[in-house]
């Protein structure tokens, strides 16, 4: 499975952002889409993931109701729609796939990931 994600960029504290994650080759194996987040200098830390049907959802803490994950398996594409951004969500966000239906937020479990895409807010 390769992943592609696109959607970043540049945004004022308070603003939005949808990132999209494009999947291609065995997408079967893409049970789980999640999206994670690193800021240069900490570990990569997971944001939420979505089940194959977009019928589940889990979110980390910090989310807090402002981002939303969702996926259309017709385009193999999942998206992270981020609102009320904060400085602190700048970082280089990743979207994964997992071929496990039950996994939630194990970093490891994750097989296939994305280059990344850079989102920066400003304040």
């Known amino acids: 499975v390769q992943l592609v994600e696109s959607g970043g960029g540049l945004v004022q504290a308070g603003g939005s952002l949808r990132l999209s994650c494009a999947a291609s080759?065995?997408?079967?194996?893409?049970?789980?889409m999640g999206w994670f987040r690193q800021i240069p200098g900490k570990e990569r830390e997971f944001v939420g993931r979505?089940?194959?049907?977009?019928?589940?959802?889990f979110y980390a803490a910090f989310v807090k109701g402002r981002f939303t994950i969702s996926r259309d398996n017709r385009r193999n594409t999942a998206y992270l729609q981020m609102n009320d951004l904060k400085t602190e969500d700048t970082a280089v966000y990743y979207c994964?796939?997992?071929?496990?239906?039950?996994?939630?937020?194990?970093?490891?479990?994750?097989?296939?990931w994305g280059q990344g895409t850079q989102v920066t807010v400003s304040r």
């Open positions: 994964a796939a997992s071929s496990r239906a039950w996994v939630l937020d194990q970093i490891r479990l994750y097989e296939y």
């Open positions: 080759g065995r997408t079967s194996s893409s049970t789980i």
């Open positions: 979505i089940s194959w049907s977009g019928g589940s959802t």
